[in-house]
């Protein structure tokens, strides 16, 4: 039978109306920057868990998970309902391969997110390690709408703190939005814009790739830079792109 740390939530970030973070107070087991814990309500009878990336770095205390309502959902919006000092369930163990230690050596790291995938992606930029193997990191973070491009501040305080390696590249698709690029990830690389926008290229020997989030765009994603002479990477055959589909 599954355990479960009797946690409570000790903030609560409302982005829009179906975009939250939580911060949760929960004593659990050191974990990597990028994996998952599994989280859960009581309701009624039965005990509704779902695994959600830390965004938190591990030396980062409380935990902190990001997550939109999905409709007809049993978990996420019983979730949203929660406000500080609320009870929540928290598996003591994290897990998950989207970490440093799994993604592919290389040059340049290119972390691509849709929605909430970019959650497990902030957690590793937290820590001081991309920041010491790559000479190159862009994220991009893929939305419908700007105001879902959530923690913005922080990804500002990247920008300042490594102007010289570091590139953000949001994309809305759902209206226009002056600052980002628009429509979705894989016409901008079909076309070359994410390249040129970035200012860098997917290369075979200096690559590595981290996807997150829709498993459409993980797949599509993942195909297009198949298609282009990268590879999934594995741990007894090293490639460059790692990948983390979210349902
Ligand atoms: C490894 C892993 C990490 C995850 N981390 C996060 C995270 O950090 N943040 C987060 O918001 N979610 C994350 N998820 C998804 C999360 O576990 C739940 O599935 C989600 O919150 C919905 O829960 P629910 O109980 O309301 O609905 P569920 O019963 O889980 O899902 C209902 C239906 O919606 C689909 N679905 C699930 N999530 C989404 C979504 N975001 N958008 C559209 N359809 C969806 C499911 O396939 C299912 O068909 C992760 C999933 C995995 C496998």
Same mark, same amino acid.
């Not at 309502?69 to 994290?94: F, K, M």
């Not at 990191?137 to 300042?160: F, G, P, Q």
């Given at each position: 039978?599954?355990?479960w740390?009797?946690?409570s939530?000790a903030?609560?970030?409302?982005?829009?109306e179906?975009?939250?973070?939580?911060?949760?107070?929960?004593?659990?087991?050191?974990?990597?920057?990028?994996?998952?814990?599994?989280?859960?309500?009581?309701?009624?009878d039965?005990?509704?868990?779902r695994p959600? *990336?830390?965004? @938190?770095a591990?030396?980062?205390? /409380?935990?902190?998970?990001?997550?939109? &309502?999905?409709?007809?959902?049993?978990? #996420?919006?019983?979730?949203?309902a929660?406000?500080?000092g609320?009870?929540?369930?928290?598996?003591?163990?994290?897990?998950?391969?989207?970490t440093?230690?799994?993604?592919?050596?290389?040059?340049d790291?290119?972390l691509?997110?849709t929605?909430?995938?970019?959650?497990?992606f902030?957690?590793?930029?937290?820590t001081?390690?991309?920041?010491?193997?790559?000479?190159c990191i862009?994220?991009v973070h893929a939305?419908?709408?700007a105001?879902?491009?959530?923690y913005?501040?922080?990804?500002?305080?990247?920008?300042?703190?490594y102007?010289?390696?570091?590139?953000y590249?949001?994309?809305? *698709?759902?209206? @226009?939005?002056?600052?980002?690029? /628009?429509?979705?990830i894989?016409?901008? &690389?079909?076309?070359g814009?994410?390249? #040129?926008?970035a200012?860098?290229?997917?290369?075979?020997?200096?690559?590595?790739?981290?996807?997150?989030?829709?498993?459409?765009?993980?797949?599509?994603v993942?195909?297009?830079?198949?298609?282009?002479g990268?590879?999934?990477?594995?741990?007894?055959?090293p490639?460059?792109i790692?990948?983390?589909?979210?349902?």
């Amino acid at each position: 039978m599954e355990q479960w740390l009797e946690g409570s939530v000790a903030s609560k970030t409302i982005w829009t109306e179906r975009l939250l973070s939580l911060r949760i107070v929960a004593d659990i087991e050191p974990f990597e920057a990028g994996q998952f814990i599994k989280v859960g309500l009581k309701i009624g009878d039965e005990i509704i868990a779902r695994p959600y *990336s830390l965004v @938190n770095a591990p030396h980062e205390r /409380p935990l902190e998970i990001c997550f939109s &309502i999905v409709p007809g959902g049993p978990l #996420s919006r019983n979730l949203a309902a929660l406000d500080t000092g609320n009870n929540i369930l928290v598996a003591p163990r994290a897990h998950g391969f989207l970490t440093m230690k799994e993604i592919a050596k290389g040059s340049d790291l290119w972390l691509i997110a849709t929605g909430t995938g970019i959650g497990p992606f902030l957690s590793i930029l937290k820590t001081g390690t991309p920041w010491q193997r790559f000479h190159c990191i862009v994220l991009v973070h893929a939305v419908r709408l700007a105001k879902e491009l959530m923690y913005r501040e922080l990804i500002d305080e990247l920008t300042s703190a490594y102007a010289d390696k570091f590139v953000y590249v949001p994309f809305v *698709s759902g209206e @226009n939005a002056e600052f980002a690029l /628009p429509g979705r990830i894989t016409h901008a &690389i079909t076309s070359g814009q994410l390249e #040129s926008h970035a200012g860098v290229e997917f290369r075979i020997a200096e690559s590595s790739v981290a996807l997150c989030g829709n498993p459409q765009m993980v797949k599509e994603v993942q195909q297009l830079l198949i298609d282009r002479g990268l590879k999934k990477h594995r741990r007894f055959d090293p490639g460059n792109i790692s990948v983390e589909n979210y349902w």
